[in-house]
Structure formats: structure tokens, C-alpha cells
């Protein structure tokens, strides 16, 4: 299967970037996508990238897909309180398969 | 369409008991999957149909779980004799018939197992 690797937390203040980065090991992986999820809550999706691309962004949100380095990561621009919350990265190659997830949290 | 619901959103059970829960996704959203998130851990994936049709198991579904999804619509997992280990959120999600389409979940069965 699928390895998916993420940092397990990262703290900025409001109004700085985060980056939360990623890493997988199956070169096949055709889809990613970044998901937020708030405590007690399922999973939203924010964002997502075809393994044919370099770059997306949406509004405040940045995806970066180096697939060399089978790296991923989401820049959240202007940080606020309101996107604390545990950031996941999912790749599919035959199913989906998600890293432990990384806890944001921002200082006001 | 309000998205992906599940029932119950909590529930407590005692060691031994079964349970069930229930899934509705997206009206046109053909695909359905199933996983087990526990404190600390991305989903894992446990099941997906197409219609009807339970096209995968992960190894994760012991003998205990079983999933249904008669109609092609609404789904249930239930859980027999469940143990301490059950003890997990468990997380229905939807998408479109392409593979690998975008999934969208629904908010989470917190299950308890004292």
C-alpha cells in the first residue's frame, strides 16, 4: 500500500503563512487532495490537484505537487484563528489512503 | 441535497453488543465508502460499493463488520459483539462514479465500546 507522511504539528501566528507539507511513496498516485477537520467533525475538502500539475491555488490556498520528490504541500495565505484545525493529505492509487494529519494551530 | 449524513452522530455501547449505522450520501453520488478514524490517526479505509455492489474489504474488516448497501442509496455498517478496539469514529464518504473522484464525508458515528 501507500505510505503518507505528514508532520504532526505546526503553530504560526495570525496573519503568517502555514505550510503544511506531505509525502508519499507511490509514484502512481493520480489524485491528491488536502481535507480540514474541525474536533468532533468529519472531514471538509478543501482542495485538490491531478498528478499532471504543478501548482493550484484557490483563493487563499495554495497546492504544490513536486512529483519527482512525491512532495505535497498546502500554503494557507493570511493565516486566521478559524483555520486551526487538523489538516489531512490524501492521495488515491487503486484506493484513497490519508496521512496522520497535521494539527494547526494559530496564535492570535 | 445537504450532503453526506450519518446516524446516530454518538453512540455508547457495552462490550458484546452490536451496532448499526447508517449512511446516506449524496443523491447522485454512486460511490460510497466506509472508514474507521481513531484519536490521532487519518482514515483508515475499511469498504467501498458502486451501486449496490461491494466491490472492496480492507483486511481492517474482520468477520465482525459487515456493511450493506441494498439499494444502491443508503448504507449500514454493523458491527457484531463489538470490543474496546471498535472504539473509533467511523466515517461514511461519497463520490462520483470516476475513479478516484472527489470524496465527500459525512460528519462522523463517534462509537464508544465501555
Known amino acids: 500500500g501507500e505510505d503518507v507522511e505528514q508532520s504532526l504539528f505546526l503553530s504560526v501566528r495570525e496573519g503568517d503563512s502555514s505550510v503544511i507539507n506531505c509525502t508519499y511513496t507511490?509514484?502512481?498516485?493520480?489524485?491528491l487532495y488536502w481535507y480540514k477537520q474541525e474536533p468532533g467533525a468529519g472531514l471538509q475538502l478543501l482542495t485538490y490537484?491531478?498528478?499532471?500539475?504543478d501548482m493550484k491555488q484557490d483563493q487563499r490556498l495554495t497546492v504544490l505537487l513536486n512529483k519527482k520528490d512525491k512532495h505535497l504541500s498546502l500554503r494557507i495565505a493570511d493565516t486566521q484563528t478559524g483555520d486551526s484545525a487538523i489538516y489531512f493529505c490524501?492521495?488515491?492509487?487503486?484506493?484513497?489512503?490519508f496521512g496522520t494529519g497535521t494539527s494547526l494551530t494559530v496564535i492570535p | 441535497d445537504t450532503g453526506v449524513s450519518q446516524d446516530p452522530r454518538h453512540k455508547i455501547t457495552k462490550r458484546g453488543q452490536n451496532v448499526t449505522f447508517r449512511c446516506d450520501p449524496i443523491?447522485?453520488?454512486?460511490?460510497l465508502y466506509w472508514y474507521r478514524q481513531t484519536l490521532g490517526q487519518g482514515p483508515e479505509f475499511l469498504t467501498y460499493?458502486?451501486?449496490?455492489?461491494?466491490?472492496?474489504k480492507s483486511r481492517l474488516l474482520s468477520d465482525r463488520f459487515s456493511a450493506e448497501r441494498p439499494k444502491g442509496s443508503f448504507s449500514t455498517l454493523e458491527i457484531q459483539r463489538t470490543e474496546q478496539g471498535d472504539s473509533a469514529m467511523y466515517l461514511c464518504?461519497?463520490?462520483?462514479?470516476?475513479?478516484?473522484?472527489?470524496?465527500?464525508f459525512g460528519p462522523g458515528t463517534r462509537l464508544l465500546v465501555l
Open positions: 464518504a461519497s463520490s462520483t462514479r470516476d475513479r478516484g473522484g472527489t470524496q465527500y
Open positions: 507511490d509514484s502512481s498516485s493520480t489524485y
Open positions: 490537484i491531478f498528478s499532471n500539475m
Open positions: 490524501a492521495v488515491f492509487s487503486n484506493q484513497f489512503y
Open positions: 443523491s447522485e453520488h454512486n460511490r
Open positions: 460499493f458502486q451501486n449496490e455492489a461491494q466491490l472492496e
